[in-house]
């Protein structure tokens, strides 16, 4: 494709991430994005997450940048999901820069991999779900024990519910972002129910901008996969896990 052919593809699309496709273009992307697009991509190399060799799941792909990232550090496998698939991307970014990356129209809650990423990049996402555990179920789901769980999302930080955890669903009315999004984790919200999850913190919650114009930033915490423990009481079925289990002579606590 020459040039010119190549800007006239690249007209036809409408895009959301800036890509350089080489020969001087770059996608137009949103430009109220860029920001934050390009902090996310420097948040996690300073963070020194290491893709050589890793398998990898972006969730949210957009037009793909985020995970044409991973795959430029040496990412021995990248699948890219999202549930409003970037034609962009598919048809091309990806065949343009001769990319082997797996490419998916998928709702992240019909994943159905189970212990299969190194490294699991959720970005931009989470705020958006209405069902919001549902879905960082599935994401530690998909992890391997041991994996690294990457979530970079609008975050309430309102500094007098620091100290509670906090999981604040807005109605599409009343939300600070777009009405798409209804799910704000507080850091301490959003590390509890990761903990339930069976993952541990592993580093700083890094914030960005307030883009609701007032104690919602956007903000990046990485995790680690410890253990697929989720407390038995919360699903499935159980014997010994009521308020009154201990009172009986053959309870035991769950197993560590
Ligand atoms: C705000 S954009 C973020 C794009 C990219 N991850 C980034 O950070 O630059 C959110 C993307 O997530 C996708 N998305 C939202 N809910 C999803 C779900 N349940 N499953 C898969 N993708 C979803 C949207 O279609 C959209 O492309």
């Known amino acids: 494709m020459t040039t010119e052919e190549l800007k006239a593809e690249v007209a036809k699309y409408k ?12 996608t137009p992307g949103i430009p109220l994005f860029r920001p934050i697009c390009d902090w996310i991509g420097q948040t996690v190399a300073a963070s020194g997450v290491d893709y050589a060799g890793k398998k990898v799941l972006d969730i949210g792909a957009r037009d ?9 550090k040496g ?23 001769k990319s082997k990356i797996e490419l998916r129209h998928q709702n992240l809650y019909d994943l159905t991999e189970k212990d299969e990423y190194d490294i699991v990049q959720f970005f931009g996402v989470l705020y958006h779900l209405r069902f919001p555990f549902n879905g960082l179920k599935k994401v530690v789901q998909v992890t391997k024990i041991g994996g690294v769980i ?3 999302t609008g975050m309430l930080t309102h500094p007098l519910l620091s100290q509670l955890e906090i999981l ?6 009343n939300t600070p972002y777009d009405p798409s999004s209804v799910a704000f984790f507080n850091e301490a919200g959003l590390v509890a129910a990761m903990e ?61």
């Not at 409003?84 to 598919?90: C, E, G, K, V």
């Not at 604040?168 to 009315?173: F, R």
């Open 15 to 26: 895009w959301y991430h800036y890509i350089d496709l080489g020969d001087g273009i770059v």
């Open 196 to 256: 339930s999850f069976g993952c541990e913190r592993a580093g700083n919650t890094e914030y960005f901008w307030d883009q609701g114009g007032g104690n919602t930033y956007r903000g990046l915490t990485i995790f680690k996969k410890t253990s697929n423990i989720v407390h038995g009481y919360w699903e499935g079925l159980h014997t010994y896990h009521s308020r009154f289990a201990h009172e009986r002579s053959d309870w035991k606590p769950d197993a560590p």
């Open 168 to 173: 604040w669903c807005p109605s599409p009315k």
């Open 150 to 152: 990457m979530i970079e």
């Open 75 to 97: 990412a021995s496998a990248v699948v890219a999901i999202d549930n409003d698939l970037s034609a962009a991307a598919r048809d091309l970014v990806l065949p343009h820069l």
């Open 64 to 72: 793909g940048l985020h995970a044409l990232r991973a795959e430029s």
